[in-house]
């Protein structure tokens, strides 16, 4: 995330960067998520989310890990 920041204009303008806007480093990204884990949330957010996506006739079959990003 913090090199597409660098270097991709969409993600820039999607976050509301300037071109020469400093990037934040991983650790404001890693906060939200191990936020949302310690006050016991994520489980359910996460869950939320995937019957919204079924919502759309979208499923996912089998997976062995997740990428999320909030």
């Known amino acids: 995330m913090e090199r597409a920041l660098k270097v991709w204009l969409d993600f820039m303008r999607f976050c509301g960067l300037g071109l020469h806007a400093p990037v934040p480093g991983?650790?404001?990204h890693?906060?939200?998520p191990?936020?949302?884990v310690a006050g016991g949330v994520y489980d359910d957010?996460?869950?939320g989310a995937c019957r919204q996506i079924e919502g759309h006739g979208q499923k996912l079959r089998a997976a062995e890990a997740a990428i999320t990003d909030g």
Do not use: I, K
Request: proline content about 8%; hydrophobic content about 60%.
């Open 45 to 47: 957010l996460l869950a």
């Open 34 to 36: 191990n936020a949302l």
């Open 30 to 32: 890693c906060r939200f």
């Open 26 to 28: 991983e650790m404001p």
